[in-house]
């Protein structure tokens, strides 16, 4: 980002000792595939040191709280697949993309993520925030492996998590792993804005929709209700 510019960084060392947080952790969730696929693969196949407790939704940082609508519908999704798999949610509201209008997936929703996950840091020795992009396809972007981890703290590590597998692996290792919750709940749409369904049309319903259908799964897909595909190749 050649328009940017370094800043200087002041600080004030800590004052007082921080607050030891409990051994848990918890993830970041949307319901779209890297969020389904770190969840269950942190929950039960490739565990934290601390154990995966939490699921975190927060409204207004998938999208701004002045252009999301119907999220109630999406909370209760969430709820429903902590319910089914034992965990506990935090739900929250943020307005951090209302009060910087920077594009959120290319400049800042790792840090915006992080800040976040730090403002639970009394609760939580790890956060994870889903991958975006693979180890092998590093893109300029909001969220990566090189940065995210480094805004963690003595108290609570931000875990960039997932980009060991591409998204086409995700999607075959949840339906292995949660066949039916992933198909009754899967969320992927980028013009839901923040309500629970999938458009069909965008990039990211028609990649997933191509993966499920190729898994043998597409049929049986309750969140894609349009099963036509005569689309797919002008997306």
């Given at each position: 980002?050649?328009?940017?510019?370094?800043?200087?960084?002041?600080?004030?060392?800590?004052?007082?000792?921080?607050?030891?947080?409990?051994?848990?952790?918890?993830?970041?969730?949307?319901?779209?595939?890297?969020?389904?696929?770190?969840?269950?693969?942190?929950?039960?196949?490739?565990?934290?040191?601390?154990?995966?407790?939490?699921?975190?939704?927060?409204?207004?940082?998938?999208?701004?709280?002045?252009?999301?609508?119907?999220?109630?519908?999406?909370?209760?999704?969430?709820?429903?697949?902590?319910?089914?798999?034992?965990?506990?949610?935090?739900?929250?509201?943020?307005?951090?993309?209302?009060?910087?209008?920077?594009?959120?997936?290319?400049?800042?929703?790792?840090?915006?993520?992080?800040?976040?996950?730090?403002?639970?840091?009394?609760?939580?020795?790890?956060?994870?925030?889903?991958?975006?992009?693979?180890?092998?396809?590093?893109?300029?972007?909001?969220?990566?492996?090189?940065?995210?981890?480094?805004?963690?703290?003595?108290?609570?590590?931000?875990?960039?998590?997932?980009?060991?597998?591409?998204?086409?692996?995700?999607?075959?290792r949840v339906l292995e792993w949660e066949r039916s919750l992933v198909l009754q709940n899967l969320r992927v749409c980028i013009y839901n804005r923040g309500a629970a369904f999938n458009c069909h049309r965008c990039y990211k319903c028609v990649r997933t929709a191509i993966a499920l259908k190729i898994l043998g799964a597409w049929d049986d897909a309750v969140t894609f209700t349009d099963k036509s595909t005569a689309h797919w190749r002008l997306s």
């Open positions: 980002y050649p328009q940017a510019a370094r800043i200087a960084i002041r600080a004030r060392p800590r004052e007082n000792a921080p607050v030891t947080p409990p051994p848990r952790s918890a993830t970041f969730f949307s319901g779209g595939v890297d969020s389904f696929y770190t969840f269950l693969k942190r929950l039960r196949h490739d565990t934290l040191p601390a154990s995966l407790t939490h699921l975190i939704f927060m409204h207004g940082a998938e999208t701004s709280l002045e252009k999301s609508r119907d999220i109630g519908a999406s909370q209760n999704h969430v709820q429903k697949i902590a319910d089914a798999t034992g965990v506990e949610c935090i739900f929250g509201e943020t307005n951090i993309r209302d009060t910087f209008r920077l594009h959120w997936e290319r400049y800042y929703f790792g840090s915006g993520l992080c800040a976040i996950a730090l403002s639970l840091s009394a609760g939580f020795r790890y956060v994870c925030i889903p991958s975006s992009f693979t180890y092998a396809h590093q893109v300029p972007h909001g969220s990566t492996p090189l940065v995210d981890e480094r805004f963690s703290t003595e108290a609570t590590h931000n875990v960039h998590d997932g980009s060991e597998a591409s998204r086409a692996e995700k999607v075959t």
